[in-house]
């Protein structure tokens, strides 16, 4: 007996090896099973093209109505602008079919991409679509402008899935001056950490994700079109400073302004995907901004600023104006010690850049010029993190980028854009808009899109001449009352009253 028992002992011992290894087995194929079941069905999705993640809703927001932005004309042969969108975009046109040799190029954007405060026979577009005639005479170009006034990224998602169809070879994005202009809510992203959100946005790529989703959703009884979450926008933008006390509206908010600015970064990578998705090629364009003649629209205090350091931070200004142009070097000193008090203020950014440059000192009002603009709390120009969004979405999907924020910089008086390039904040001299499409067509023949015939560009300036000569007095008298229009509406100056009827989607709170 005692010489079975280690035997025994043994045996025993063996088996619970072997126990342990299968159920070890049975626990590792169980892992390796779920990935592989899901890669399966990502497959099969993909075959039957169902979840493709740029067909599904935006997160952030949803809209009451879709309409067309092109509409078949009365005898069928056209496709033209809808009058009912008169209000935002210029009349254009493209015939319903595409001829062989026809190169069909679609700008979307908002009034810079329109050319305000001039219109489109001024933009971009129109000197790119002349460049390629001449550039190219044998292939038909066709240039359309989906600009619209005051239009954000998120609105221009339905017109891109519009032209998608409408025989596109190309579109151009030239998008983030907007994306402050209407009030939504993002009350998911306020208690969301922000390391989250990546996971978020892989998680949204995948079809099997999007089909559980939108299967979640019609459980619980509410709209795919206009998900629960998300602010529910007007079919047509609604701007806030559209309306009389609209600049009064806007205050500091650190929660809002990410989520505007996580909003755009998907949008832009949304739009990039869709295109690729329908075999359309995409040319992003990083917008550029007026530093160096363009005030803050709106500052505010640092939060909890107390009495006396608001009292000193005032006697640091006044003391600034009062030997400002007579000691400029002071000046920058005292100024900078309000700087110390509130770095959060505006508007002393923008002073300080004033007397750093006139001092010469370019770089350091460089960087007190772009703390002016990234600290306005009306920003109605673009802010840096999507300047860089834009940069980094180019560059990790190998698009055709024209980056008009260096092309003005190299233009402007010591790299500081400025009014010699842009007729207000964002907006483009015409001259401006010329330089752009020049780069536009440089860029495009870099990557063989256009193969431009020898000594075109001895054409181009006869060309732009006779253009501009035929447009005539009141086209250019009124981009000149549009300017003035514009620049008072930028300083809140609407005559609008606003609607009686309550919003449909959620208020912000404002910091007092």
């Known amino acids: 007996m005692t010489r079975d028992t280690p035997m025994a002992s043994s045996r025993d011992s063996a088996k619970r090896v072997s126990s342990r290894r299968r159920a070890m087995g049975f626990r590792l194929a169980a892992v390796l099973v779920a990935p592989v079941l899901l890669a399966l069905g990502e497959m099969t999705f993909v075959l039957l093209d ?4 740029t067909r599904c809703d935006d997160p952030f927001v949803g809209f009451s109505a879709i309409h067309p932005l092109f509409v078949r004309s009365a005898d069928g042969a056209r496709y033209e602008t809808a009058r009912s969108r ?7 046109s493209f015939p319903a079919k595409k001829g062989a040799d026809e190169v069909r190029i679609f700008a979307l954007g908002g009034s810079t991409v329109q050319g305000r405060p001039y219109a489109v026979e001024t933009s971009f577009t129109t000197w790119l679509e002349m460049n390629l005639r001449l550039a190219e005479p044998a292939r038909t170009w066709r240039v359309v402008n989906c600009g619209g006034i005051s239009y954000a990224s998120y609105r221009l998602v339905p017109i891109l899935r519009e032209v998608l169809g409408r025989g596109a070879d190309m579109v151009i994005l030239y998008t983030g001056h907007n994306e402050f202009l209407e009030d939504r809510e993002y009350a998911d992203l306020r208690d969301r950490p922000r390391w989250i959100a990546w996971p978020c946005e892989q998680l949204a790529r995948m079809r099997t994700f999007n089909l559980l989703r939108a299967g979640w959703v019609r459980l619980a009884g509410e709209s795919v079109e206009a998900p629960g979450p998300a602010s529910v926008l007007k079919a047509d933008v609604d701007a806030i400073l559209d309306y009389q006390g609209g600049l009064a509206k806007y205050h500091r908010d650190e929660p809002w302004r990410r989520g505007v600015i996580e909003h755009f ?10 295109s690729r998705d329908a075999g359309v090629a995409v040319l992003l364009v990083n917008p550029a901004c007026n530093l160096r003649d363009c005030p803050p629209f709106k500052s505010q205090h640092r939060d909890g600023l107390t009495g006396a350091e608001r009292r000193r931070w005032e006697a640091l200004c006044r003391q600034a104006a009062d030997c400002s142009g007579a000691d400029a070097h002071r000046a920058v000193r005292l100024l900078r010690q309000a700087v110390a008090i509130d770095g959060r203020h505006a508007g002393l950014h923008y002073r300080l850049a004033k007397e750093l440059d006139a001092m010469g000192d370019v770089l350091a009002a460089r960087e007190s010029y772009l703390r002016a603009k990234e600290q306005d709390v009306c920003p109605l120009r673009i802010v840096e993190p999507m300047n860089a969004a834009i940069l980094e979405i180019a560059r990790q999907a190998g698009t055709a980028l024209v980056d008009v924020r260096k092309l003005i910089a190299e233009r402007s008086d010591r790299g500081i854009p400025g009014e010699a ?4 904040h964002v907006h483009l001299r015409i001259a401006t808009h010329r330089l752009v499409a020049d780069a536009m067509i440089d860029e495009l023949a870099r990557r063989g899109v256009v193969r431009p015939r020898a000594g075109w560009r001895q054409q181009q300036e006869p060309a732009a001449q006779k253009h501009l000569a035929s447009l005539g007095y009141e086209y250019f008298a009124a981009g000149v009352r549009r300017l003035e229009a514009v620049q008072g509406w930028a300083a809140g100056r609407a ?3 606003p609607p009686d009827e309550p919003s449909t989607r959620p208020k912000r709170k404002a910091n007092p």
Do not use: A, E
């Open 421 to 424: 390039c842009l007729s207000d």
């Open 86 to 92: 008169y209000r935002c975009f210029r009349p254009q």
């Open 50 to 53: 169902w979840g493709r993640p």
């Open 495 to 497: 005559t609008l009253v």
């Open 265 to 274: 970064g998907y949008n832009l990578r949304r739009m990039v995907r869709m």
